[in-house]
């Protein structure tokens, strides 16, 4: 796994592009009043796709909304033919309603833990395992996925676990589609000035792959951790993200941001009161 050291001094490169941004906006999943955890944001802007409360004490199933407004969207149900009595969550899908997302149905078999399907009307239909990314090791979890609005590139995460919980390790990987299916990028140097000793996880992309944005914890997690979301940007598409920088903006304790369709708005999910509640941040 690619790593650094997380002392700033060690952090060298070019800075990224600074993006301001306004005040954080509480937004609405009407006729819901669960959690909502892992947004995304379809890639035309009208479907909220999300999970609710991430917990080993409930089922973690997938779950949309649809737009009405720039603060509401309105509350449709479950995702059908894809929820199982394991995880599912952490949802993405590319511009062509290919939809992929995390499961753990069968972990223990394969190690491997990123599906994808096809979303229509509701439901996801062709579900099949995405091979070829997967460490292929026991407590190696791959816990967040990301696909790029063209559908050749899974940003994911390479999370270390143990009898203990964890994550106590997790850094982005990036694949790309090759004949059909992902392989991993033999290079990842592309995330070299964000990979570090903490915890990076839960990427989103911008659709112009110049922007990314995602979560950073400090490692070990513990019942004080303040996960914060970052940014980072870059000038081509063939090279290295610069060195990212925090959103001040966004406070609390914050985590999986998605990116609007204009690349304008950035959604995400805060704890408020014990609960995770959707928000919504846009670019000044």
Same mark, same amino acid.
């Given at each position: 796994m690619?790593?650094?050291?997380?002392?700033?001094?060690?952090?060298?490169?070019?800075?990224?592009?600074?993006?301001?941004?306004?005040?954080?906006?509480?937004?609405?999943?009407?006729?819901?009043d669960g959690e909502i955890m892992e947004p995304f944001l379809s890639k035309d802007g009208q479907t909220l796709f999300f999970n609710n409360l991430n917990d080993a004490s409930v089922n973690t199933n997938l779950h949309y909304a649809t737009k009405v407004d720039?603060?509401?969207?309105?509350?449709?149900?479950?995702?059908?033919?894809?929820?199982?009595?394991?995880?599912?969550?952490?949802?993405?899908?590319?511009?062509?309603?290919?939809?992929?997302?995390?499961?753990?149905?069968?972990?223990d078999d394969t190690f491997s833990t990123i599906f994808q399907g096809v979303f229509?009307?509701?439901?996801?239909?062709?579900?099949?395992?995405?091979?070829?990314?997967?460490?292929?090791?026991?407590?190696? !979890?791959?816990?967040?996925?990301? %696909?790029? /609005?063209?559908?050749?590139?899974? *940003?994911?995460? #390479?999370?270390?676990?143990?009898?203990?919980?964890?994550?106590?390790?997790?850094?982005?990987?990036?694949?790309?589609?090759v004949d059909n299916s992902f392989q991993r990028v033999a290079d990842q140097s592309i995330f070299k000035l964000i990979n570090t000793d903490d915890l990076e996880y839960a990427a989103c992309i911008s659709s112009d792959l110049l922007e990314i944005y995602f979560?950073?914890?400090?490692?070990?997690?513990?019942?004080?951790?303040?996960?914060?979301?970052? !940014?980072?940007?870059?000038?081509? %598409?063939? /090279?290295?993200?610069?060195?990212? *920088?925090k959103? #001040?903006?966004?406070?609390?304790?914050?985590e999986g941001p998605t990116i609007s369709p204009d690349n304008q708005s950035i959604y995400f999910h805060k704890k408020v009161d014990g609960k995770f509640e959707l928000y919504m941040i846009t670019k000044e």
């Open positions: 690619q790593s650094c050291n997380h002392e700033e001094a060690e952090i060298t490169g070019p800075e990224s592009r600074y993006i301001a941004f306004g005040t954080p906006q509480k937004m609405n999943v009407l006729n819901y720039a603060l509401n969207f309105v509350y449709q149900g479950e995702l059908q033919g894809v929820n199982t009595e394991s995880l599912e969550g952490v949802p993405t899908m590319d511009a062509a309603n290919n939809f992929y997302f995390v499961s753990t149905r069968n972990y229509k009307d509701g439901a996801i239909s062709d579900i099949q395992l995405v091979s070829g990314i997967s460490r292929n090791e026991a407590g190696w !979890v791959n816990f967040d996925v990301e %696909v790029s /609005e063209d559908g050749n590139w899974l *940003y994911f995460v #390479d999370g270390k676990f143990n009898t203990f919980g964890g994550p106590h390790e997790a850094n982005l990987v990036l694949a790309q589609k979560t950073r914890v400090a490692a070990p997690i513990s019942e004080d951790s303040q996960p914060q979301i970052y !940014v980072a940007t870059r000038d081509s %598409v063939d /090279e290295a993200f610069h060195k990212p *920088y959103i #001040d903006a966004i406070t609390g304790f914050v």
